[in-house]
């Protein structure tokens, strides 16, 4: 059994392989808006109805009081150092909002890499990927999250696709803007990198097949 789940799993990285020159430049638009984004990602206490509030509560006054950090920042090596540089200044806000909110939660901050699952916010979706991210943890951070795009500026409503077009390719707008038109492709790279993954911890050499 194990042997024909083996081969059935190579003939369908061999089939994928063949036509893996087709997704090799999706597939390179997908890494290079992985590489091009810091996305925030705020975690709430709990999931009680005031935990959740107080996090949004955090969000705003974090992106009222901190967004200029960014500001003039034109690649994501400038916007991680910045983030890193003001990892201080950020806490902090986040504090003060908890306790003059009445709470004493502690609050971590952090630049960390992170894998993220498909999500929506406002107009724009962010596929499934590895991602740099500003991230802050509220109390137990045991409740749901929150986030956005830190840089680019997607945070701001108000970012129009020409704004965009400083940061991100137009193949990369075109993704977010309009995921649906993608998911096959989506659907293909991620069954490709899991199968891929299978064979590389049984020691099969997968680049022979893209001979």
Same mark, same amino acid.
């Given at each position: 059994?194990?042997?024909?789940t083996?081969?059935m ?6 089939t ?11 597939e ?10 810091l996305?925030l990602?705020?975690? %709430? ?5 005031t935990?959740?509030?107080?996090k949004l ?13 960014f500001e003039?920042?034109d690649?994501?090596?400038? %916007?991680?150092?910045? %983030? ?13 909002e ?9 609050v ?18 962010m596929?499934?990927?590895f991602?740099n %991210?500003?991230?802050?943890?509220i109390?137990?951070?045991?409740g ?5 795009v ?7 409503p108000a970012?129009?696709?020409e704004?965009?077009?400083l ?7 075109d ?6 038109k ?10 490709y ?19």
């Amino acid at each position: 059994m194990k042997r024909l789940t083996f081969a059935m799993l190579t003939g369908l990285v061999i089939t994928l392989s063949l036509s893996f020159a087709r997704l090799s430049a999706f597939e390179k638009n997908l890494d290079d808006l992985q590489n091009d984004v810091l996305r925030l990602h705020i975690i %709430a206490n709990s999931d009680s109805d005031t935990d959740q509030q107080l996090k949004l509560k955090v969000r705003d006054r974090v992106l009222k009081e901190c967004s200029y950090i960014f500001e003039n920042t034109d690649t994501l090596e400038k %916007a991680v150092e910045k %983030a890193r540089e003001n990892l201080d200044l950020i806490r902090d806000t986040a504090r003060k909002e908890i306790i003059e909110n009445g709470f004493l939660y502690d609050v971590s901050c952090e630049v960390t890499q992170m894998d993220f699952d498909k999500k929506v916010y406002e107009e724009f979706t962010m596929p499934k990927g590895f991602y740099n %991210a500003l991230r802050i943890k509220i109390g137990k951070a045991e409740g749901k999250n929150w986030w956005c795009v830190m840089y680019p500026p997607l945070c701001v409503p108000a970012t129009t696709d020409e704004d965009l077009s400083l940061y991100l390719s137009d193949e990369e707008i075109d993704i977010i803007k309009n995921p649906q038109k993608y998911e096959v492709k989506f659907k293909c790279v991620e069954i490709y990198e899991k199968i891929k993954e299978k064979l590389e911890e049984a020691g099969v050499d997968i680049r022979s097949f893209k001979r």
